[in-house]
């Protein structure tokens, strides 16, 4: 009996660094969790805090940010990939009159794990783990 093994589901895009783009990652992530059936409210928010840092800090003119979502073991894992890889992000305590620091806070409160993986340069990947 021949017996088809399923792929873990996967999904990958590359998007603009611009606002635009990440507000058509979050759009993006969220049909494809819905289509996996998959809950959405941590990590669309994971997604967009991931995007706008891409946008924002890994920005290199004419270069795409790259977004894959994908399960494996009951884990979904959303990596976002920039061209900054030398610029890798901290977290700090955001001032408390400032408009924006809160991204990486509200990703590790969301994130069941998250870190960074450098290269292949100039790249690097931020990357968070949410079980579904």
Sequence with gaps: MNQEIAAPPHFTVLLSATPR???????LATEQLRAWGLPLD??????AELAANAATHGRVTGRDFRLTL?????????????????????????DP?????????????????WGVTPGPRPRKTVWAEVKT
Excluded at 42 to 47: E, G, S, T, W
């Design 21 to 27: 783009g990440t507000r058509l990652a979050r759009l």
């Design 70 to 94: 994908y399960v494996v073991a009951g884990t979904l894992r959303i990596e976002v990939s920039d061209t900054r890889g030398d610029r890798l992000p901290r977290l700090q305590q955001a």
């Design 97 to 113: 009159y400032g408009e924006s620091g809160r991204g990486l806070l509200l990703v590790d409160a969301l994130a069941d794990r």
């Design 42 to 47: 941590r990590a669309a928010q994971i997604v």
